[in-house]
Structures are given as C-alpha cells and as structure tokens.
C-alpha cells in the first residue's frame, strides 16, 4: 500500500487535459491542423476519416478519437 498521499492524488489527474478540436486540413505530414473553441490554431498528430469540417478530442498533441459533432455554447455562471 502506498503511503505516499500526492503521489496517489497526482495518479488522479491526467498530465495533459483533453481538448475539444475542428479538424480544418489534413496535411500531407500526417498530421491535422485544428481550430480550438476559443478560435486558436494549432496542429496535432494524427488524421482520422471524416468529411472535413469534423470534431476530434486531443491529448498530449495527438488526435486520439473522433467527437461529436454538436452545437457548443459557452455559459458564465
């Protein structure tokens, strides 16, 4: 048994979050160039199939699996 308290709270959260992406081009590199929801651009690893444009999830810089295709709405509390 582990006694160590942080280390065990650490093992909880994952080192890097899953973000929500619009794949906008595959390039011929082998990766995607995506669109955040905040409007920002960045590139990650990996093409999934799909009629461009089409929602991934991305972790760690790579395109891990396809996500659903829904309306976002974005509430302040």
């Known amino acids: 048994m582990r006694t160590d308290l942080w280390a065990q709270f650490g093992d909880l959260i994952e080192g890097s979050p ?11 590199d082998g990766t995607s160039s995506l669109a955040g929801f905040d409007g920002g651009q960045f590139r990650a690893l990996g093409q999934l199939g799909g009629a461009i444009p089409y929602n991934v999830w991305v972790q760690g810089g790579r395109v891990i699996e396809l996500a659903p295709n829904l309306q976002l709405l974005e509430l302040t509390v």
């Open 18 to 28: 899953r973000i929500l992406a619009t794949v906008t081009t595959h390039n011929p």
